[in-house]
């Protein structure tokens, strides 16, 4: 039943998106990913919730990849109608990582972006309160760093 | 006629006697409560981040601690199944029966601690010592199973790590007829209560279309309405074979967010009635290979509190290139603020423990 | 000198009246009537909550475990928060207990032949006065002023926010109570305690005006702060109300202070409701024994009625409260007045003692 689904919405997401659209596959039933341009990110995500029905976000996750030079950041977002799972991925450069927040989008997304914001230091622009979540008040990150990217070591004594 | 409204900042901070280590800041006027900001990260301990200087083995206990104390096996349960779905192995028939009896016994016990929580935010002690004590007869079944009553580490990659014991069946059936007995008293003493019913219905009413548009999960969402489950959504393990309902409740108030975690408790008691019967005989572990290979998997496990979900990327090592806990009380978290706006101040608790917050689960 | 000193320290008058101060129904008694109501009160709420409760220390059954916890508390340090207002916040602790053992000591407890050595209305109380239940009732209203006293000089927004509560929950009940009782003042037609409780002799006021009784103890729990009317105190929205700050020997004494009006409230609607003293003769005591033995009796088992209820309820929000004593208590109040009055119009003697002499 539900392999009929994914490749419906790969074919729905491949016109829909277009231009916006990188790369887009099914990795097994009930998940699939999709990985979009960062500047098209905000339509891309208003299409997915609007007309495929992607409408329960799970996660906000960003891995960094210093070799590439980029950080990766992935949106989960679960279909209530449809029970798939999609992963939307953009980019960010490691520099200056910026991305367009998705919060107006779902709204769920809030302390998700919050924490990765802090994490990892990617800015979302967009979002109403970029403040520290998890991490002490006192935290300054110009002198000791984002916690979550690879150059950011943990002293094990 | 622009008067201004004199606000006072309380700081509910990590030391209160309801909060757990969580800390409000909330705008006060008189006694209704204008804005709450949840200030966490208090219990903060980094385990994302811990993760990835362990090997995967190493990685199990570790995961466990992001809340161990309530729901263990909900907890630990989707991160070797991460690893399963990534290395492509399949577990043996008995140990995903034992994982499921594990996992619901957990369920149960974490349950009766949620209600024991919502109990005492409205003040009522003796429902407190009722549902912890009868938490305890869960607590030694688990210790029978694993030797340890909260910090189980059962499940491990490829199987579980114990069998069960001689006279596990016996006493399991036992205990769990006498705790259905028991969630009758519950449901005089608590649920048709007069005076809990006057604090806790139409109190925080959080319409379906909010929940799904805020991601809640768990008995929170199916207390909003909504029928999403990940054991039917998606199912795991043996659920596919079990035979058992999903409640969902219609006033979406704090009321029904107790009541479903009750009739939550008597899902999962008929659940491990049926896994008991139908256990099959056979290894409890699978052989799995040294490393995983390149790729990454999403796996969904519905632990007691809502969907817990772990996004795991390897690079074909033996340390994770980056694990990601999605827990399901920082998914609620946003109800928190959403929910507490006007209300008055003694509503505050009870949203809050009615949305089953856990600090540690929050923070990670 | 000295011979007149010992001449009066073994004098009748004054050994009645060291009797009735210090042993009963004064210091002795209540400071007696606290410890067992803590540890009846714990041992209680733990047979419901399916435990046991306080067990080693004692002789039996941990009777002992209140001394222990007031040894605690006592020899721990007393805090005073650098910018509370030290004069008040340390004056609360000692008049609140000194408030409470003043609202019982107007309360006659059993009748006696002698009144401190001379002829004079013969009862067991320290100080016998004819307006004596306005005298209590006079009392009962000071003890809103010495929360809020506390909850503003502890400079601690909890406290606060505990004492406003506080406040207005109990200036809120003390409208119903009064009217409930104007009932029984109405019926017996004088405010002398001792009298009511001797006008019960054939009927009890718990039968004849039972709206009355159920206003007045609903109220008189509201009074106290008992659950389910626990909001100043023990809450936890509002850590512990307006007693937060107090540590050590101070928090000893507002808990003390609690239990000492659980202490005048058992015993004034004893006076007013449950025949006082009166009861069936009891085989082996001559009749003042049974006097007294009947109204500890009585007192012991309302203290455990109102103590259940801590155990039954949870808690109400204060609007809630607020709106259940409009709407419920103050018209049944003013219904059961209404009945009196009408039960006076029509000559009724057997439910009014004023009338029938």
């Known amino acids: 039943m539900h392999r009929g689904v994914e490749e419906e919405l790969l074919k729905a997401i491949k016109e829909g998106l277009a231009d916006a659209l990188v790369e887009a596959k099914v990795w097994r039933p009930q998940r699939i990913e999709v990985r979009v341009k960062a500047e098209k990110l905000i339509e891309a995500a208003r299409f997915l919730r609007d007309k495929l029905g992607f409408d329960h ?6 891995v960094d990849y210093p070799e590439k030079r980029m950080i990766e950041v992935i949106y989960h977002v679960w ?49 109403p309160n970029l403040s520290l ?21 943990l002293k094990e004594e | 006629m622009g008067s201004k409204v004199e606000a006072m900042t309380l700081s509910m901070g990590p030391q209160h006697p309801i909060t757990g280590h969580f800390r409000f800041i909330l705008e006060i006027d008189g006694d209704i409560v204008l804005k709450l900001e949840p200030d966490i990260g208090y219990t903060h301990r980094g385990i994302e981040k811990v993760a990835e200087y362990r090997t995967y083995i190493q990685n199990l206990p570790v995961v466990e601690r992001v809340n161990s104390y309530c729901d263990s096996m909900g907890t630990l349960l989707g991160y070797p199944r991460v690893l399963e779905e990534l290395m492509g192995i399949e577990v043996p028939e008995r140990a995903k029966y034992l994982r499921v009896i594990a996992a619901e016994l957990n369920r149960i016990a974490s349950h009766l601690y949620a209600i024991c929580l919502v109990a005492i935010s409205t003040g009522f002690e003796t429902m407190l010592m009722w549902t912890i004590n009868d938490r305890e007869l869960i607590l030694d079944l688990l210790e029978m199973l694993t030797g340890q009553r909260i910090t189980l580490t059962y499940p491990t990659v490829g199987g579980v790590r114990y069998d069960l014991p001689q006279a596990f069946k016996e006493e399991a059936l036992k205990r769990l007829s006498y705790l259905e007995r028991r969630l009758e008293d519950y449901r005089k003493m608590m649920l048709e209560n007069h005076t809990f019913k006057m604090r806790t219905q139409g109190v925080g009413v959080l319409k379906p279309s909010d929940a799904i548009r805020l991601g809640i999960v768990g008995p929170n969402l199916r207390a909003s309405g909504v029928k999403a489950d990940v054991r039917k959504d998606e199912p795991y393990e043996v659920y596919d074979r079990m035979d058992f309902e999903i409640p969902v409740l219609k006033n979406w108030d704090c009321y029904d967010r107790a009541l479903i975690r009750a009739l939550e408790i008597e899902q999962s008691i008929r659940i491990v009635k049926q896994a008991l019967k139908e256990l099959p005989e056979g290894p409890i572990r699978a052989r799995i290979p040294p490393l995983p290979p390149k790729g990454e998997a999403y796996s969904r496990v519905e632990a007691a509190r809502g969907e817990f979900g ?23 978290l946003i109800a928190l603020p959403f929910l507490c706006r006007n209300v008055p101040l003694a509503d505050v608790p009870i949203i809050y423990i009615s949305l089953d917050l856990i600090p540690l689960d929050v923070d990670r | 000198m000295l011979m007149d000193i010992l001449a009066f320290l073994t004098s009748p008058r004054f050994i009645e009246a060291f009797l009735r101060v210090i042993v009963f129904p004064g210091t002795l008694f209540t400071l007696l009537y606290a410890i067992l109501a803590v540890w009846g009160e714990r041992k209680l709420h733990a047979r419901v909550h399916l435990r046991i409760g306080p067990l080693h220390i004692g002789p039996i059954m941990g009777l002992f475990q209140v001394i222990a916890d007031f040894v605690k508390l006592v ?30 000591a107007f309360i006659p407890c059993a009748p006696y032949p002698f009144y401190y050595g001379r002829p004079g209305p013969p009862y067991w109380v320290i100080y016998y006065t004819d307006l004596s239940l306005l005298v209590v009732l006079a009392l009962f209203s000071l003890r809103p002023l010495l929360m809020i006293g506390a909850g503003w000089a502890s400079n601690n927004k909890y406290s606060t926010l505990g004492a406003l509560r506080a406040a207005l929950q109990l200036f809120a009940y003390e409208v119903p109570l009064i009217i409930a009782l104007a009932g029984i003042v109405i019926a017996v037609g004088t405010f002398d305690l001792a009298r009511i409780a001797e006008s019960q002799l054939v009927v009890w006021f718990i039968l004849t005006q039972p709206l009355g009784f159920i206003v007045a103890l609903i109220a008189m729990m509201a009074e106290l702060g008992r659950r389910p009317f626990d909001i100043p105190l023990a809450e936890q929205e509002v850590v512990f109300g307006w007693p937060t700050e107090y540590t050590g020997a101070q928090f000893a004494l507002v808990m003390m202070s609690e239990y000492l009006d659980l202490c005048a409230v058992s015993a004034l609607i004893t006076i007013l409701y449950l025949g006082g003293w009166y009861g069936p003769v009891v085989p082996f005591l001559p009749p003042q024994a049974s006097y007294v033995f009947w109204f500890l009796f009585k007192v012991a088992v309302l203290t455990i009625i109102i103590m259940l209820g801590r155990a039954v309820f949870p808690r109400l929000r204060i609007d809630q409260l607020l709106k259940a004593g409009w709407t419920w208590l103050i018209p049944l109040a003013l219904l059961q007045v209404i009945i009196v009055l009408l039960e006076v119009d029509a000559n009724m003697s057997w439910c009014i003692p004023a009338i029938a002499g």
């Open chain 1, 79 to 127: 279909s209530t109608g449809r029970m798939v799972m999609l992963a939307l991925k953009t980019e960010a450069s490691r520099d200056k990582p910026s991305l367009p927040s998705l919060v107006n989008v779902w709204e769920g997304a809030l302390y998700h972006e919050r924490e990765t914001h802090e994490m990892l230091g990617v800015n979302f622009e967009g979002h």
């Open chain 2, 310 to 332: 772990y996004y795991l990327v390897s690079d074909g090592k033996d340390k994770p290139y980056r694990l990601r806990i999605v827990s399901p009380s920082f998914r609620n």
């Open chain 1, 57 to 62: 976000i799970a996660a906000v996750t960003g």
């Open chain 1, 133 to 153: 979540l998890l991490l002490p008040e006192d935290w300054d990150w110009s002198s000791k760093g984002y916690p979550l990217r690879k150059d950011f070591v």
């Open chain 3, 75 to 104: 020899q721990k340090e007393i805090i005073v928060p650098r910018a509370a207002h030290r004069f008040i916040y340390n004056f609360v602790p000692l008049a609140a207990p000194i408030l409470a053992a003043m609202s019982f």
